[in-house]
Each structure stands twice: as C-alpha cells, then as structure tokens.
Nanobody, 114 residues
Framework: QAQLGESGGGLVQPGGSLRLSCRHSRAIFSVFTMHSMAWYRQGPGKQRDLVAE???????NYADSVKGRFIISRDNSRKMVWLQMNSLKPEDTAVYYC?????WGQGTQVTVSS
C-alpha cells in the first residue's frame, strides 16, 4: 500500500489552475511533523526538480520559476499537503511528485496545453 497518495493532476489550458493533493497514509502525527513535505516535478527529458516545500511550522520555499503562481500548504492533523497552481504555463507540464523524508508518491501528470 502506497504511503503517499497524490491526486489532482490533469489537462489544463495556459493561464488555468489546478490543485494537487497528497496524503501520508501511515505516519502518526508526531512522526509526520518531523519532516517537511515537498512537491517535485519532472518534465520530459529533464531531471526531477524541487517545486515547493513546507515545514511543519508552515515555512515555505519555492522554485524561482513558480514564485507568485504556486502556493503550497499543509494540514498536519490530516497529514496532507496541497499545491495550488495558478497561471499555469506550458513549461509547467510535468509529472509532479509528493515527497516526505525518503518517501515518494507515484506521481501525477500535469499537462498545460491549448
């Protein structure tokens, strides 16, 4: 059984929005809050890069390419993290992965195209 489950990917037109969700299904609360949660993405033929991360206190860090467009948030009690993606561009097309410590989700495809 996957420990990180993602959802919310899909096809969207440039300028549109999507919201990705990820839930940690196994960690207890005290363990879950020990680590930051992050979203990475891997475009076709590219390496996997950090998009955004958030620690248990809510401090965030974003890749320069998504600053001002994407918002990462988390709910520790629900063991979940979200990535709100606005003003999407074709170059945002990638498989998006949720990450917690050494765990990775299965990935969800985001395609931005007209």
């Amino acid at each position: 059984q996957a420990q990180l489950g993602e959802s919310g990917g899909g096809l969207v037109q440039p300028g549109g929005s999507l919201r990705l969700s990820c839930r940690h299904s196994r960690a207890i609360f005290s363990v879950f809050t020990m680590h930051s949660m992050a979203w990475y993405r891997q475009g076709p033929g590219k390496q996997r890069d950090l998009v955004a991360e958030i620690d248990s206190s809510g401090h965030t860090n974003y890749a320069d390419s998504v600053k001002g467009r994407f918002i990462i948030s988390r709910d520790n009690s629900r063991k979940m993290v979200w990535l709100q993606m606005n003003s999407l561009k074709p170059e945002d097309t990638a498989v998006y992965y949720c990450n917690w410590d050494t765990l990775w989700g299965q990935g969800t495809q985001v395609t931005v195209s007209s």
